[in-house]
């Protein structure tokens, strides 16, 4: 079922029936934020309601600061997830000066006035200065509140600030585990320099902009085209062999000869394989990049035979 995407302005009511709310900003939608979209998916079958999240467009943290903000996923991505869960609305809040100067009742009147039930994580914070807190939530008598504690991993609290801290040091595995997916950047394929197929390695080159990207370096990936999934080798990086100074993600998918320039297509990253390397000349650096290819078959045929090419 799709999920259906709503923008909301600071002037907008939500103005659905029967609704139960999850409220977060579910940068990532990992394993803790599914936590609350579960428990909203089961008040949902229980209650006979319509289940919706609430995020926003933005960080407002970082609006505030007037800093730029890296999604882990975007709106599309979360509506995609989503979908898994039995939602039926994304509500997306578009944060604004006006939006931050509400106090914690007035945010309360004007967009969960009419909900049933409202779901979020413990340390959920709204309003000016976020002085709105969970037990403002339960002391409401317009909803039903139900507030899920937080969740652990290792004694650490599961959070997009841990994912983001993996992501940064390659741990892609760890991240993922964190996220119950694979870390994922879906763009549009762009024209790039050219220099992958003047090598003899034609890669597709992915419109990232917004996304964080995990450390710079060479991944094993699983790619998504046209609803087919293969396997491939994805650089993240400046290539200082050549002197570039823009970071690209660049893609060779195995087994693939096909034009994609303008399609939209998903990088999932699985494994993190070597760092980012300068080489004295283009010889070294194409032996690297076979290397690299075999060392990439090895572990598909090792760790996801099964998946190949699905």
Known sequence: MAV?????DYTDTIKEDNLILCLGFFDGLHKAHLALVKKGQIIKKEKKLKLAVLTFDQSIRNFMQNKPFYFLTSVYDKAKILENYDVDILYVMKVSFSLIKFDKGMFIEQFLKPIKVCVAGEDFTFGYKSLGTVDDLKKCDYFESI?????????VKIGSTLIREYL??????EANFLLGRNYTITGEVIN???IGKELGFPTANIDYTKYLLPKLGVYLTKVKVNKKEYFGLTNVGKRPTFND?????ETYIYDFSKDIYGKL??????????DEVRYPNLKELIDQINQDLLTGQKIIEMRYNNEKNR
Do not use: P, Q, W
Request: net charge positive; proline share 0%.
């Open 245 to 249: 100074n823009v970071i690209s993600v």
């Open 265 to 274: 297509i998903t990088i999932e990253f699985l494994e993190f394989m070597r």
């Open 147 to 155: 507030i899920i504690k937080e969740i652990t991993y290792h004694h």
């Open 192 to 194: 790039g320099k050219g």
């Open 4 to 8: 259906k995407i709503k923008y909301l």
């Open 168 to 173: 940064a040091d390659g741990l892609v595995k």
